[in-house]
């Protein structure tokens, strides 16, 4: 069965870094756009990266230049490299599977569990 799971979180001070990584099965990885997701406690979920499966990507202007999608088909894995981190980037962090090219989490597909990101000041 399709399987994501995430993993790379933990917590951090502000100004470090973490990357997270996105082991996925159970589908063809290299044919799906794949996308990273965070929620924060009684917040909508928000998009964050999105990359395609010719490896063009897209960040939201809340993380532009501070994170960088990437994606290693021969392993199946989607990463987040997550730098200057600050406590507002403080959230559970969700990749998910998706053939449309869009931020909207109800056109995705599977998601993984999630991986939770906590930046202290």
């Known amino acids: 069965q399709v399987q994501l799971v995430e993993s790379g979180g933990g917590s951090v001070q502000a100004g470090g870094s973490l990357r997270l990584s996105c082991t996925t099965s159970g589908f063809t990885f290299s044919r799906y756009n794949m996308g990273w997701f965070r929620q924060a406690p009684g917040q909508e979920r928000e998009g964050v990266a999105r990359m395609n499966i010719l490896g063009s990507s897209i960040s939201s202007d809340s993380v532009k230049g501070q994170f960088t999608i990437s994606r290693d088909n021969a392993k199946n894995t989607l990463y987040l490299q997550m730098n200057s981190l600050k406590p507002e980037d403080t959230a559970m962090y969700y990749c998910?599977?998706?053939?449309?090219?869009?931020?909207?989490?109800?056109?995705?597909?599977?998601w993984g569990q999630g991986t939770q990101v906590t930046v202290s000041a």
């Open positions: 998910a599977d998706t053939l449309r090219w869009t931020f909207s989490p109800g056109n995705y597909d599977y």
